[in-house]
């Protein structure tokens, strides 16, 4: 590494087109950075908490970035300190490898949708436009939400909804798509609102922003990418390492927060064959979730759901 200075952009991550990073200065507290160290921003997004991560580091510090979607790659600061994956973060252990790295001092995800790929139509994410079903926030995958609401079984449609939107007329909301879809293909957006308009129950943004999000959800694997993350989490962190995430619906939260107080994705705590308790290699940094300022809610409303939870790696 040079002991020249590094190029960094000199941009206000409070303030990017791409996405503006919620909880900014309260993550930054949380990973405790060392001048140093070496970091993970698990989902970089338009950068802003990668960018203010890298003006507390020093010319030995490194920061390792994940984003599957390949918009984000034009957001990228001229900083050599700073090594790009074009990979879901589910990866973590195998690209920290390949890159050389065996332990990390912090990892950062911001977990759900930015707000490029909600502002961007032809994404499919917002109910607010007309596009193709698509839903992809890495576009080299291939199963849409369209494919998804062409082939899923009733039960699987029913099961998602229920499970991944907590939409409460699932079972009806997945019979009406099956019939529907035998009368004309439901590809677009207005395609799909067309089709169900008959079942939607209470206030319509909000019914159709539960069943967009178990679509997500669903065409992502993003609860199964989540899992991955924190499993991976003890082996990549030093002693002392922190981890910290921002969830944006319950079903996110309640998987953080089980993980972080039990050290395990298992419901239950049993001895191993040797009588041995396992132990949790994490401790509660933070007992309650971490959520926007007054001020932060009135600058960006995507706060308002927003929790930060921080773990910190007890031992090797």
């Not at 990668?50 to 984003?67: E, K, M, P, T, Y």
């Amino acid at each position: 590494m040079s002991n020249k200075k590094s190029n960094i952009q000199v941009l206000n991550p409070q303030s990017t087109n791409y996405h503006t990073p919620v909880l900014l200065n309260e993550c930054l507290t949380a990973l405790n950075i060392k001048a140093n160290g070496i970091y993970v921003d698990c989902t970089f997004g338009g950068g802003g908490h990668s960018r203010a991560i890298l003006q507390q580091l020093d010319n030995n510090g490194r920061l390792i970035v994940f984003d599957q979607d390949e918009d984000a790659r034009k957001n990228l600061p001229g900083d050599e300190r700073v090594i790009f994956v074009p990979h879901n973060f589910r990866h973590l252990k195998r690209f920290l490898r390949l890159h050389k790295f065996k332990k990390v001092d912090g990892i950062l995800a911001d977990l759900g949708v930015s707000s490029h790929q909600f502002d961007v139509a032809e994404r499919g994410f917002s109910t607010r436009f007309d596009a193709t079903l698509d839903m992809r926030m890495d576009q080299r995958q291939t199963i849409t939400a369209a494919e998804i609401l062409k082939t899923f079984s009733e039960g699987q449609l029913h099961k998602m909804f229920e499970q991944y939107g907590e939409v409460t007329n699932a079972k009806t909301l997945a019979k009406t798509i099956i019939v529907q879809r035998e009368v004309q293909p439901i590809r677009t957006i207005n395609e799909f609102k067309t089709a169900v308009q008959a079942v939607v129950k209470g206030n319509p943004n909000k019914y159709f922003a539960q069943v967009f999000q178990a679509l997500r959800i669903q065409v992502n694997d993003e609860l199964g990418a989540l899992k991955e993350l924190l499993e991976q989490s003890a082996d990549v962190l030093i002693r002392g390492g922190r981890i910290a995430i921002i969830t944006f619906h319950s079903l996110e939260d309640r998987l953080v927060k089980n993980f972080f107080k039990n050290g395990t994705l298992e419901d239950t705590l049993v001895d191993d064959v040797y009588g041995h308790r396992f132990k949790n290699p994490f401790k509660l940094v933070t007992k309650k979730p971490i959520t926007a300022t007054t001020k932060e809610l009135k600058e960006n409303t995507r706060s308002r759901s927003a929790k930060l939870r921080v773990a910190e790696k007890l031992e090797e």
